[in-house]
């Protein structure tokens, strides 16, 4: 047990080791590790939340049903078919408990965290390696043959870190051949805020075999918060329930998603901002000799680094020298120590991650 807990499966946005490793103060590290959308302060979160400080002195509603009864409205489901928790991760550690797969068949490299969810549950992982010279692209019908021996498919889409996507079309392929042929798909959503006419959420209500996980904390920019949740039939939900630990979920994070919910006309303009942003980042990066930028339909970019002498953990090494935090890709299955990973941030930050990439890679 003891192994799966070792740098394996460490995350992006640990400014705090950093500053405590290189001694400056977080304040100063311009952090490209963590996938959160610089805009979401123009929803105002942080005022809203300051008016509700009073709610820290009572216990938070176990339930969310306020919270809970506002995503019922938006998204058209019973309130019985919406848990929110702790962060998407706590959903899917939850629906991993509650279903408890002996195998689970997931496309990579993706998000680390689903390896640990299912070991944890008893279960065991099968990896279906992407390949990079499809430029990571998932094939549904290869997808659908290799999960021949698997209780679930376990997708993110748009896929982290890649940022490659499966059209609504292709998405609803799988979930057909899944629910045909027994198995239940879990599709993660974090980032589908980027791309919503490619999610299947709607196919819950007539797919009980579906289950589709969501997060507040990228798009909307409230990841100290935490704050997700998970949809699916009413019988999963209710599983899913039997595990969850109570109030997981604070008070303020719910105060911050009833607002966000209540404010999501500003959700459109956030949008256009951060993919111009993408297209000004990604076209620079392919400027820059030694280094090969991927497509990508969410708001971080995978890099691949072709210069011989530089490995992804020197690359990190030089970027910190200069303030500069990226990820580090070398624990994702599927890649190795030649890949990092950048979110998009506002332009001024963007130019100096291109302007010191250029210089400690050249060109």
Same mark, same amino acid.
């Given at each position: 047990?003891?192994?799966?807990? @070792?740098?394996?499966?460490?995350?992006?946005? @640990? +400014?705090?080791? !950093?500053?405590?490793?290189?001694?400056?103060? &977080? @304040?100063? !590290?311009?952090?490209?590790?963590?996938?959160? /959308?610089?805009?979401?302060?123009?929803?105002?979160?942080?005022?809203?939340?300051?008016?509700?400080? %009073?709610?820290?002195?009572?216990?938070? %509603?176990?339930?969310?049903?306020?919270?809970?009864?506002?995503?019922?409205?938006?998204?058209?489901?019973?309130?019985?078919?919406?848990? +929110?928790?702790?962060?998407?991760?706590?959903?899917?550690?939850?629906?991993?408990?509650?279903?408890?797969?002996?195998?689970?068949? !997931?496309?990579?490299?993706?998000?680390?965290?689903?390896?640990?969810?299912?070991?944890?549950?008893?279960?065991?992982?099968?990896?279906?390696?992407?390949?990079?010279?499809?430029?990571?692209?998932?094939?549904?019908?290869?997808?659908?043959?290799?999960?021949?021996?698997?209780?679930?498919?376990?997708?993110?889409?748009?896929? /982290?870190?890649?940022?490659?996507?499966?059209?609504? %079309?292709?998405?609803?392929?799988?979930?057909?051949?899944?629910?045909?042929?027994?198995?239940?798909?879990?599709?993660?959503?974090?980032?589908?805020?980027? #791309? &919503?006419?490619?999610?299947?959420?709607?196919?819950?209500?007539? /797919?009980?075999?579906?289950?589709?996980?969501?997060?507040?904390?990228?798009?909307?920019?409230?990841?100290?918060?935490?704050?997700?949740?998970?949809?699916?039939?009413?019988?999963?939900?209710?599983?899913?329930?039997?595990?969850?630990?109570?109030?997981?979920?604070?008070?303020?994070?719910?105060?911050?998603?009833?607002?966000?919910?209540?404010?999501?006309?500003?959700? =459109? =303009?956030?949008?256009?901002?951060?993919?111009? =942003?993408?297209?000004?980042?990604?076209?620079?990066?392919?400027?820059?000799?030694?280094?090969? &930028?991927?497509?990508?339909?969410?708001?971080?970019?995978?890099?691949?680094?072709?210069?011989?002498?530089?490995?992804?953990?020197?690359?990190?090494?030089?970027?910190?020298?200069?303030?500069?935090?990226?990820?580090?890709?070398?624990?994702?299955?599927?890649?190795?120590?030649?890949? +990092?990973?950048?979110?998009?941030?506002?332009?001024?930050?963007?130019?100096?991650? +291109?302007?010191?990439?250029? #210089?400690?890679?050249?060109?």
């Amino acid at each position: 047990m003891k192994k799966m807990f @070792d740098s394996k499966f460490s995350h992006g946005g @640990d +400014i705090w080791q !950093v500053a405590e490793k290189y001694e400056i103060l &977080p @304040d100063d !590290v311009i952090d490209f590790s963590a996938n959160i /959308n610089p805009w979401g302060v123009s929803l105002e979160v942080v005022e809203a939340v300051k008016k509700r400080l %009073d709610t820290i002195f009572r216990y938070p %509603d176990p339930e969310c049903r306020r919270l809970t009864g506002i995503l019922s409205q938006m998204l058209r489901l019973n309130q019985k078919n919406i848990l +929110i928790g702790n962060g998407a991760t706590e959903i899917i550690y939850l629906v991993m408990e509650a279903l408890k797969p002996a195998r689970v068949i !997931v496309p990579c490299p993706t998000f680390t965290e689903y390896e640990r969810a299912i070991k944890l549950a008893g279960g065991r992982v099968k990896y279906l390696y992407l390949k990079e010279e499809n430029n990571f692209t998932l094939e549904v019908g290869r997808l659908i043959k290799e999960a021949k021996d698997a209780g679930m498919i376990l997708l993110c889409n748009p896929n /982290n870190p890649t940022g490659t996507i499966l059209s609504r %079309d292709k998405l609803c392929e799988v979930a057909h051949m899944s629910k045909k042929l027994g198995k239940f798909l879990v599709v993660d959503e974090s980032f589908i805020d980027f #791309q &919503p006419e490619c999610s299947i959420l709607d196919e819950v209500r007539k /797919n009980s075999s579906l289950v589709i996980l969501r997060s507040f904390t990228k798009f909307f920019s409230i990841a100290g918060l935490r704050l997700g949740y998970g949809v699916s039939s009413r019988e999963v939900i209710e599983k899913m329930k039997s595990f969850k630990q109570p109030w997981t979920v604070n008070c303020l994070a719910q105060v911050a998603g009833v607002h966000i919910l209540q404010n999501m006309k500003k959700a =459109e =303009e956030m949008k256009e901002k951060l993919i111009k =942003e993408r297209d000004f980042l990604y076209k620079n990066l392919c400027k820059i000799e030694g280094i090969k &930028p991927y497509p990508s339909q969410a708001n971080f970019i995978l890099i691949k680094i072709k210069k011989a002498s530089f490995s992804s953990s020197k690359l990190t090494e030089e970027l910190i020298k200069r303030g500069i935090l990226v990820r580090d890709c070398c624990n994702f299955p599927g890649l190795s120590d030649k890949f +990092i990973r950048v979110a998009v941030r506002k332009r001024e930050d963007n130019r100096k991650l +291109i302007h010191h990439l250029s #210089q400690i890679l050249g060109g």
